[in-house]
């Protein structure tokens, strides 16, 4: 059975720092591209970071360069997200995802999603 269990979340100041953390089950996360994803009330769904099966490379919205980095522990089976200097635009509910077409730009390739973890900056 595959899951993806996000936590991390919480509210934080402008300028602070969290990391989520999103442990995934029934598959092994690197035989997958990973992704975070945020959608924030009234707004469309957005990439925020994916790390590649193959390679590992990463890859980042414009948004978040620079402030955010996206990791994985293969022996923990386990995503995360560092996020720093965080605004109050970054406030969303964030999204694990799995897949092996998994992107930034296509979220529909995206198999496997979490049940999201909120976070709120002030």
């Known amino acids: 059975h595959v899951q993806l269990v996000e936590s991390g979340g919480g509210s934080v100041q402008a300028g602070g720092s969290l990391t989520l953390s999103c442990v995934a089950s029934g598959f092994a996360i690197s035989n997958y591209n990973m992704g975070w994803f945020r959608q924030a009330p009234g707004k469309e769904r957005e990439g925020v970071a994916t790390?590649?099966?193959?390679?590992?490379?990463?890859y980042y919205a414009d948004s978040v360069k620079g402030r955010f980095t996206i990791s994985q522990d293969n022996a923990k089976n386990t995503v995360y997200l560092h996020m720093n200097s965080l605004k109050p635009e970054d406030s969303a509910m964030y999204y694990c995802a799995a897949g092996p077409w998994c992107t930034l730009a296509r979220p529909g390739k995206c198999n496997h999603w979490g049940q999201g973890t909120q976070v709120t900056v002030s």
């Open positions: 790390i590649g099966r193959v390679g590992g490379e990463t």
